[in-house]
T-cell receptor, first 112, second 114 residues
């Protein structure tokens, strides 16, 4: 049972445009959500998080939106840069100190 | 933040052998975990490494197959025992610092079992 789903395995976006990565979850106990970026041959690195008490969190070019009623979150990257090309994992937990459940990842390719 | 070092970074192993992966964190952390990422799949939690006591394993993972040690707050090992080709995967050590919930990862250990 995949509790965190990233239905798009890949996404291609032109440099300078907006990248939107989507994530859906099924467990209503999840109240903390994170995005991780992973380059080949490296471990995932933390990008941005959001608590369920918020519906938006912004950090520079990265914004995460949370729609609790739809159990959906999205990561917006604007403007997209070639260095953003990586695999992006959505993750969720019930509480900030709880174990994370990851999605299967979306491979983002930012083209020139 | 935390810097997490794993070794080996990669290895090719023979069926039936065992391999131990070491994980060192540069600061004391509250929780340490071991994840596995099989080809084309998401990161799957194997177990929580508990300091000074037995690890807490997730469903589908057992101590006999994946013995874990955590003798102190900054070091842990994961052993993949009696390996088969199905164990070919990237194994990732991770840690949580403080109470922000941010999970930091090592660079991973890529195991190929022939």
């Amino acid at each position: 049972d995949q509790q965190v789903k990233q239905n798009s395995p890949s996404l291609s976006v032109q440099e300078g445009r907006i990248s939107i990565l989507n994530c859906d979850y099924t467990n209503s106990m999840f109240d903390y959500f994170l995005w991780y970026k992973k380059y080949p041959a490296e471990g995932p690195t933390f990008l941005i998080s959001i608590s369920s008490i918020k519906d938006k969190n912004e950090d520079g070019r990265f914004t995460v939106f949370l729609n609790k009623s739809a159990k959906h979150l999205s990561l917006h990257i604007v403007p997209s840069q070639p260095g953003d090309s990586a695999v992006y994992f959505c993750a969720a937990s019930a509480g900030t100190a709880s174990k994370l459940t990851f999605g299967t990842g979306t491979r983002l390719q930012v083209t020139l | 933040s935390a810097v997490i070092s794993q070794k080996p970074s990669r290895d090719i192993c023979q069926r039936g052998t065992s391999l131990t992966i070491q994980c060192q964190v540069d600061s004391q952390v509250t929780m340490m975990f071991w994840y596995r990422q099989q080809p084309g799949q998401s990161l799957t939690l194997i177990a929580t490494a508990n300091q000074g006591s037995e690890a807490t394993y997730e469903s589908g993972f057992v101590i006999d197959k994946f013995p874990i040690s955590r003798p102190n707050l900054t070091f842990s090992t994961l052993t993949v025992s009696n390996m088969s080709p199905e164990d070919s995967s990237i194994y990732l050590c991770s840690a949580v610092t403080g109470d922000t919930g941010e999970l930091f990862f090592g660079e991973g250990s890529r195991l190929t079992v022939l």
